[in-house]
């Protein structure tokens, strides 16, 4: 039978939907937490505590004070967090071999409302193709469907993470699977603009508010396609790879 995959915005009514049907889920936040979980795991992290709130991570801290405390609110480090939210501040000589606290404004929120035994991946263009094939796989092992969703802006369209899904979708064949609707406009607004992604993100209205922050190198960074074969799952409240 074929897998039907499908790619909805961060909807609670939905979301009960997708758990129930035991669809595998991918998780896309493109600016930036998809990509600063891709990138931490590709130097080194352990695993990765992903939290909702700033109160829950400090109280994390304090009962593991060897973590490293990352994330952001309104795009900036928090008060007395080690690291920011910038993919390109989890780098090797900081954060190989250790333990992460990770809280962002939607990123971290949408995964955590996600509560369930599926199987929960973390995907962006860096890790597009790898993700997507594991999905696939899972998928057709357990005869169950993939659900691609969007972390958007607080639950809102975000245009990096509905082009970071049609990259997913990319990579999984196409001939073996009931792609929904928006799937396909997902897919076809990819492949339009595949090789201008830093150009076209860049418009984005997620991408502007970086920009003035003088964050444009997150931006290029996170719109690089298939940088690693990396595919990090949240199960049992943590972010680990396999
Ligand atoms: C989020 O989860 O809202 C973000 O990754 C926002 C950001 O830091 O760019």
Redesign the pocket.
Known sequence: MAISVNLIFFARNAIKKVIDRRDIIIVI?V??????VINAFANGAKEIIPTKTLSEAYKLRKQYPNYVLA??RK?LKPYRFDL???PLEFKESVIKGKKLIFT???????LVSIKSDNWVFIGGFLNARTVGLKAYEMARKENVGICIIL?G??GAFSLEDFLGGGAIISNIPLNEINLSDIGIASLMAFKQVENSLFEIISLSE?AK??LKLG?EN?IKFSCMLNCFEIAPIYRDKIIKII
Do not use: P
């Open positions: 936040d600016l930036r937490f998809s990509s600063s994330g952001e795009g920011g939210n910038s962002t404004t939607s990123g971290t929120q949408t972390a802006k607080k997620h508010e970086l964050l997150d």
